[in-house]
């Protein structure tokens, strides 16, 4: 079972929801809060990273079994255009998971414009049930 992006201490600090999650993908937000933004008044590009890898592990979460967890080692953002309005809408979708690594695309959304697209390549881990043992 995936954990719930809201109890990540991280992307809860940036406000980040999850909208919805099925078998390989996920929907996630983010509202966009006065110490979001550049300087130009835009979403921060390290904002929009940081909610498509959420994002994009999230859907790989989904895809996982019990004692497995998913790390990213890699991942390419494009930006198009800047984010603007109330908030940025991720979605991600699993393209391809093997055994020990996961390839993901993420689409970064503001309104209905497309604000950015990221690839990310996720390890998978397999973690015992009591490490300390």
């Known amino acids: 079972m995936a954990v719930q992006i809201e109890q990540i201490p991280f992307s809860a600090h940036l406000g980040m929801q999850l909208q919805s999650s099925c078998e390989g993908r996920s929907s996630c937000t983010v509202p966009l809060r006065p110490e979001h933004l550049n300087s130009n008044g835009f ?5 929009t990273f940081s909610l498509s890898d959420t994002c994009m592990g999230q859907a790989v979460a989904t895809m996982l079994a019990h004692g497995e967890r998913a790390v990213t080692v890699e991942s390419k953002m494009n930006y198009f255009r800047p ?15 093997g055994r020990s690594l996961a390839n993901v695309e993420c ?21 015992p049930d009591n490490p300390a043992a």
């Open 43 to 47: 979403a921060h590009g390290g904002l």
């Open 83 to 97: 984010g603007s309005g109330e908030l940025l809408r991720s979605e991600s979708e699993v393209v391809h998971r």
């Open 107 to 127: 689409r970064i959304w503001a309104g209905d414009r497309l604000v950015a697209t990221a690839n990310g390549t996720f390890a998978i881990l397999r973690v």
